[in-house]
């Protein structure tokens, strides 16, 4: 069963810290490249991170470069995204995605 939950959204202050986490089934999460995207109220989803298999291989968008840092446990089926330095334009949803598939999301947002 394909199964992507994400956890560790919430409130915080600009300036703060906040990790994400996704968890996937095994069948859905071994192999793959992993990433996160975000959906600010408004706008459509964007692109912020991707990791490869190998946890080497990374990819951040212009806009989160040097602030946001994506990582993977294959043995947790894990990903997360560490995201410091945190701005009020970071207030989106924030999704996990595999391959085809998408998690429901999960709420950062970030106050003034």
């Known amino acids: 069963q394909v199964q992507l939950v994400e956890s560790g959204g919430g409130l915080v202050q600009a300036g703060g810290s906040l990790r994400l986490s996704c968890t996937a089934s095994?069948?859905?999460?071994?192999?793959?490249?992993m990433h996160w995207f975000r959906r600010a109220p408004g706008k459509e989803r964007e692109f912020v991170a991707s990791i490869g298999w190998d946890g080497i291989s990374t990819n951040y968008a212009d806009s989160v470069k040097g602030r946001f840092t994506i990582s993977r446990d294959n043995a947790k089926n894990t990903v997360y995204l560490q995201m410091s330095s945190l701005k009020p334009e970071d207030t989106a949803v924030y999704y996990c995605?595999?391959?085809?598939?998408w998690g429901q999301g999960t709420q950062v947002t970030v106050s003034s």
């Open positions: 995605k595999a391959a085809a598939y």
């Open positions: 095994r069948r859905t999460f071994s192999g793959n490249r």
